[in-house]
Structures are given as structure tokens and as C-alpha cells.
């Protein structure tokens, strides 16, 4: 019973990155209308598409300290508004100038729920199971981007520029699925106890744990929370010197996560397709569908080993594979013009391949680590600190590949497209491939195997002055 509960609970709260996915997502598909309908330049594009990462960051930097103070449930819930009003906005939005206002505003509760949930998830979760649970919020997030693809796919019609509406309309779906759910799930046990509810989170405890295993569990965290005592919640203590490792980790995770180029495939992958060769608007959306299948069943291939194989062993497998992957990838399209047709299918392979590495390593390890090396005290902190650091990072790789694109493109391999010269992408995959090698460097020192040890004794770890590498 303590195990369907678990579940139920995990996957509801998950749905928050189902929204997260799909608001990333629909884009997308929504790139090639609204660029035709408002008559933009890829500038404008570019600048639609950061409004919303803009508003991530926001939403991470200011809400770390309020999931403190007024608990994971009411934050998850307030981003489930927010994301409802944001989509209606998104769909409604009569001019540009409203479109990027309506996706900033949206993106505020992509930033809260990007690290609000996979900590309220990791709070509630025995150590045992926490891998796999924390993990349900990236797999709801290739849910929802693949969600995306499809809705975009039903709505876009090349016959008419305006059908990019409905595609974000759409959004208003899981986002009341999460505003209903939530409303009945209960709160973060650590965080009740840490508030001095020991009753009420004794009583979470046993529903998810049992009567036996609650008393050990509450016995751990009250003893840690004793330790912390004379810790203060603030952003001071996050630089205290025995939590540097928990801040490089959280922070270097989420660089090397979004710098080996993930979301320029999420945002762009029609506009990369047609580079590819794939003719309208429509057939790359088709291509793009393939990207979030991938995505989605490699992602459940992570679910299932991050507690059977554990972090380390799949962060150097994926990068390892995204590293050769990009190599490649950026080979194809330099020979792109002798290639032919055997390019374009060649590219959407590697592109695939690319995707399935991703999805069973530092996509959903990065959002799984950082909800676990974080005491206490200051987890909702750390948390948005390493959500913070994401959207950041998200931002400056969106905002900048079209122009990476062009920067590094080799002159006599330039890509057309109805006239317009595109660049070639080989450079900028080469470029993120150069940073995968490096995650693989920095992650044998800073990666640490958190398979099935408490989050309690994680905190004792740091406190202990231990080197990342070496906790088990």
C-alpha cells in the first residue's frame, strides 16, 4: 500500500515537468508560424524563445527562500496557476511585444517547478527509491515535450499562419491536472518537521514509509536537523566552506547539462531538420516527433538503471555517447552538399542518437542531484541555485546558436534555405562537443554516487569534509 502511495504521489507531483516539457516544447512547433504571421527575423526568434528562459531564471532566483518558508505543495500549486494563466496569454497574445511578455510570464513557473518539484519528490521519497522517483520528473518532462510535438503537429497547418495559437491554448490541460492533484497530495515530511510540525510529518512519514520505518527516518532527520541548529537558511550558508563541493555540483551539473547543447535540439530541432534538407515546415515537425520519442523511451531506460546501475556509471555512458555523437553530427553536415539524401537521414540518426545518450545521463541526473547534495536547512536554496544556474545557462546556449551557427561556419559549406543563407551547424556541434568532453573530465571528480544513501547522510558526508568521488 506505502508503495502505491509513493507512486501516486511522485507522479502527480511530476506533472509539473510535464508542463515544464511541454511549455519548452511547443515552441518549437509554434517557430515557423508566428515567425511567418508576425513576418520576424531569427533576432526576434530568438528573443520569443529567451523571454521564457528570462522568466525561468526569475522564478528560480526568487522562489528558493519562499519554498522554505511556505513549503514545496504551495509553491507547486502557485506555479500551477501561473502556468494556466501563462498559456491562455501565450494563445491570446495580439502582437510580438504580448507574445514575449505572455512567455516571460509563463516561464516564472517553469523556473518554480523546475526545482520545486524534483525537491518535493526527493523529500518524500525512501533512499532507496529516490532515484527512480526524482527521475519520474524528467520523464514527465520528455512526456510533455513529446506531447508538444504532437500537438503541434495536430494544430500546424501551412495554409494558416495564425494555427500556432491553439498550440499553446493547449497547455491549460496538464496544467489544471497539476493544480487539482497537488490540492490533495500531502506536504514534504522534512519540511513539516523542519518547522516544527513533528506530528503531521510523523504522520506523512508512516503513510509513505510505514509505522516501523517512520521512526528511523524521523529519528535521522531530527538528529540533523539538531546538527544544523546554529546554520543559518540564508545564502551565506551556501558559502560556508564545507558546502563548496554541494554548490559546484549543483552549479557545474547544470552548465555542463545545458552547454552540450540539448535545448538548441528541444527549440530548434524543425529549423536544424530543414537545414537538414527536410522540405516544410510540417515534415520537420514530423522529424521532430521522433527527437521526443527517443527522448521519452530513453528516459525510461534511465528510470529504470539510475538505482540498479547508479549516477556515476550512467553520467560517463551518456557523455561518452554525446561526445562521439556531436563528432559526428558535425561531420555530416561539413560534407553535407557530397552526402545528398543520404545526409538528411544521416543527420536525424545522429540526432537521435544524440538524444538517446542525453536522456539516460545528465538529463535527468542533473535534476536528480542537485534535489539530493543539499542539506536541510538550505535544500529549497540550493535547489533554485541549481535551477537558478540552468535556466542561466539555457538562456545564453538559446540566445546564442543561431549566431554560433553562423560564427563557426566553414565559408563554401553555408546551408540555403527559400534563399536565405542559414550557416552550417557542424561548427556549433563541434563546439558542444568540446564541452562534453570536458563534463566527462569535471564529472570523475565532482559526480558523487548517491545510489541509496539517506539524504541525512549526504549532509553528514559534507559536513565530514568528504570529496565527492568517494561518497557511497
Not at 564541452?435 to 547522510?457: D, H, N, R
Amino acid at each position: 500500500m506505502k508503495n502505491t502511495i509513493i507512486y501516486v504521489i511522485a507522479v502527480i507531483a511530476a506533472t509539473g515537468g510535464l508542463l515544464f516539457g511541454f511549455d519548452t516544447g511547443v515552441i518549437s512547433g509554434a517557430i515557423p508560424f508566428f515567425q511567418k504571421d508576425f513576418g520576424l527575423d531569427n533576432s526576434m526568434v530568438e528573443l520569443v524563445t529567451s523571454a521564457g528562459l528570462v522568466g525561468a531564471i526569475l522564478g528560480a532566483l526568487f522562489c528558493g527562500k519562499i519554498t522554505d518558508i511556505l513549503g514545496r505543495k504551495v509553491v507547486i500549486l502557485a506555479s500551477a496557476v501561473i502556468f494556466t494563466i501563462g498559456a491562455l496569454w501565450s494563445g491570446f497574445a495580439p502582437s510580438i511585444e504580448q507574445l514575449i511578455i505572455a512567455r516571460l510570464f509563463l516561464g516564472i513557473a517553469i523556473g518554480v517547478s523546475s526545482f520545486a518539484v524534483p525537491l518535493y519528490i526527493a523529500e518524500i521519497s525512501p533512499a532507496n527509491k529516490r532515484g527512480s522517483l526524482v527521475s519520474m520528473f524528467q520523464l514527465m518532462i520528455t512526456i510533455g515535450v513529446l506531447a508538444s510535438y504532437l500537438s503541434d503537429l495536430m494544430f500546424a497547418d501551412e495554409g494558416d499562419m495564425s494555427c500556432w495559437r491553439p498550440m499553446f491554448y493547449i497547455g491549460v490541460v496538464p496544467a489544471l491536472i497539476l493544480l487539482i492533484g497537488m490540492a490533495f497530495m500531502p506536504e514534504s515530511p522534512r519540511w513539516l518537521i523542519s518547522r516544527g510540525r513533528d506530528e503531521e510529518g510523523k504522520s506523512v512519514l508512516a503513510r509513505i514509509e510505514g509505522n516501523e520505518a517512520m521512526e528511523d527516518s524521523y529519528k535521522t532527520i531530527k538528529n540533523e536537523l539538531i546538527k544544523s541548529e546554529k546554520d543559518k537558511s540564508g545564502i551565506k550558508e551556501l558559502m560556508k566552506p564545507w558546502l563548496r563541493n554541494a554548490v559546484i555540483i549543483g552549479v557545474g551539473i547544470m552548465f555542463f547539462q545545458q552547454f552540450v547543447g540539448i535545448n538548441t535540439v528541444i527549440y530548434y530541432s524543425p529549423k536544424i531538420f530543414l537545414m537538414a534538407g527536410f522540405d516544410g515546415a510540417v515534415s520537420a515537425i514530423w522529424a521532430a516527433v521522433g527527437v521526443g520519442v527517443v527522448n521519452l523511451l530513453f528516459t525510461i531506460v534511465s528510470v529504470y538503471f539510475v538505482d540498479r546501475l547508479g549516477r556515476r556509471k550512467l553520467y560517463f555512458i551518456g557523455l561518452t555517447g554525446i561526445f562521439v555523437s556531436l563528432l559526428l553530427l558535425g561531420i555530416c553536415f561539413t560534407h553535407f552538399s557530397y552526402l545528398g539524401e543520404m545526409g538528411k537521414w544521416l543527420s536525424i540518426i545522429l540526432v537521435f542518437v544524440y538524444v538517446a545518450f542525453y536522456a539516460i545521463s545528465i538529463g535527468p541526473l542533473g535534476w536528480l542531484i542537485i534535489s539530493e547534495v543539499f542539506p536541510q536547512k538550505v535544500r529549497g536554496l540550493g535547489s533554485s541555485l541549481g535551477s537558478l544556474s540552468v535556466w542561466v545557462f539555457n538562456t545564453v546556449v538559446t540566445f546564442t546558436f543561431f549566431k554560433i551557427v553562423k560564427a563557426f561556419t566553414v565559408e563554401g559549406t553555408e546551408i540555403y534555405l527559400d534563399g536565405e543563407n542559414l550557416g552550417n551547424p557542424a561548427g556549433a556541434f563541434w563546439f558542444y562537443a568540446i564541452v562534453a568532453l570536458a563534463a566527462i573530465i569535471w564529472g570523475y571528480f565532482y559526480v558523487p554516487e548517491t545510489k541509496g544513501v539517506t539524504l541525512e547522510k549526504i549532509e553528514e558526508y559534507w559536513r565530514k569534509g568528504g570529496k565527492p568521488r568517494h561518497l557511497r
